[in-house]
């Protein structure tokens, strides 16, 4: 099998010392295929964490095989944690898993969110509202990381990534972020945190036949609401508007803090041009970076 692999995802996989998982990919994929009774189609582009290919189930049902970079796997089973507790409604429907393999196969969804609805204050009131119905308390024998594990593991990560990526950025702006991160630590508690997705924007919510849409890639949390209105505030480049503004717009809807919107939109907006600059997805990592300048700037 010839594999069309996104320059993404081979960027990821070599800057994670995974070369030997991309020379092994066709072989996995063929296995996958005869295990599944799956014919593989085309590759989907979109992602950098994992090879997204079209498949069609033996009944002819469409689908999507998706199968992780190595070091992703551990996530992929917090995503199919929070996909069973969608249960196909807010989030794309998890048809079947392989774990060891680091594979997940899930419904077929349409068109982005970006591509159908053009006004973008309608997509990040849209992403809200479909995020809100994920949200539910948990059960403790829930295995997920929590928002104080994820917020932790950011004041150490936009430092170090700084420092290789040669200080892309201002350093104003990693004490920003970092300062953001350890308020959020220090603000988590267990009694009121829910299921969140974590990673909430235009290109993570796809068109559903009767026109709604679901979520996909959730990365999976036990967190305060705000970790998610956080990665819609984080940034859109091309919007033009004003962040602060949006962030108060979507506090108002949810009833959300704005501060802790505003303080994980600032962590989520500085670590994703961070990782998109060392992946090469750029201009995007280099937009994040220099709005997040600006934000420290005018403070």
């Known amino acids: 099998m010839t594999l069309d692999v996104p320059d993404e995802v081979r960027s990821r996989a070599l800057a994670d010392g995974h070369a030997a998982w991309l020379d092994g990919l066709p072989s996995v994929l063929d296995s996958l295929a005869q295990d599944w009774s799956l014919t593989i189609g085309a590759t989907m582009r979109g992602g950098h964490a994992a090879l997204v290919v079209e498949a069609t189930l033996a009944d002819g049902a469409p689908s999507v095989l998706k199968v992780g970079v190595p070091g992703y796997r551990g996530q992929l089973g917090f995503e199919a944690t929070v996909l069973d507790l969608a249960a196909g409604k807010s989030c794309a429907r998890l048809i079947r898993r392989d774990l060891t393999r680091g594979a997940l196969l899930l419904e077929r969804l349409g068109p982005a969110m970006y591509e159908v609805i053009l006004d973008h204050r309608s997509q990040h009131d849209m992403l809200c509202d479909i995020v809100a119905?994920?949200?539910?308390?948990?059960?403790?024998?829930?295995?997920?990381?929590?928002?104080?594990?994820?917020?932790?593991?950011?004041?150490?990560?936009?430092?170090?990534?700084?420092?290789e990526l040669e200080r892309p950025c201002s350093a104003a702006t990693i004490d920003?972020?970092?300062?953001?991160?350890?308020?959020?630590?220090?603000?988590?508690?267990?009694?009121?945190?829910?299921?969140?997705?974590?990673?909430?924007?235009?290109?993570?919510?796809?068109?559903?036949?009767?026109?709604?849409?679901?979520?996909?890639?959730?990365?999976?949390?036990?967190?305060?609401?705000a970790c998610d209105l956080g990665t819609i505030v984080?940034?859109?480049?091309?919007?033009?508007?004003?962040?602060?503004?949006?962030?108060?717009?979507?506090?108002?809807?949810?009833?959300?803090?704005?501060?802790?919107?505003?303080?994980?939109?600032?962590?989520?907006?500085?670590?994703?041009?961070?990782?998109?600059?060392?992946?090469?997805?750029?201009p995007f990592g280099n937009l994040l970076l220099a709005e997040a300048d600006r934000l420290t700037q005018t403070g």
Request: aromatic share 6%; net charge negative.
């Open 133 to 163: 119905q994920l949200w539910r308390p948990l059960d403790d024998d829930i295995d997920l990381p929590t928002g104080a594990d994820l917020a932790h593991r950011m004041q150490h990560l936009i430092p170090q990534l700084w420092e």
């Open 234 to 282: 984080r940034c859109t480049p091309d919007t033009g508007d004003d962040l602060w503004v949006r962030t108060e717009r979507l506090a108002a809807r949810t009833g959300v803090d704005a501060t802790a919107i505003w303080e994980w939109g600032t962590v989520h907006r500085v670590i994703g041009g961070l990782n998109s600059v060392r992946i090469g997805f750029q």
């Open 176 to 225: 920003d972020a970092v300062e953001c991160a350890d308020r959020r630590e220090r603000a988590y508690h267990r009694r009121t945190s829910v299921l969140v997705h974590g990673d909430v924007h235009e290109a993570n919510a796809l068109q559903t036949e009767g026109g709604t849409f679901k979520l996909i890639d959730p990365d999976g949390l036990r967190a305060e609401p």
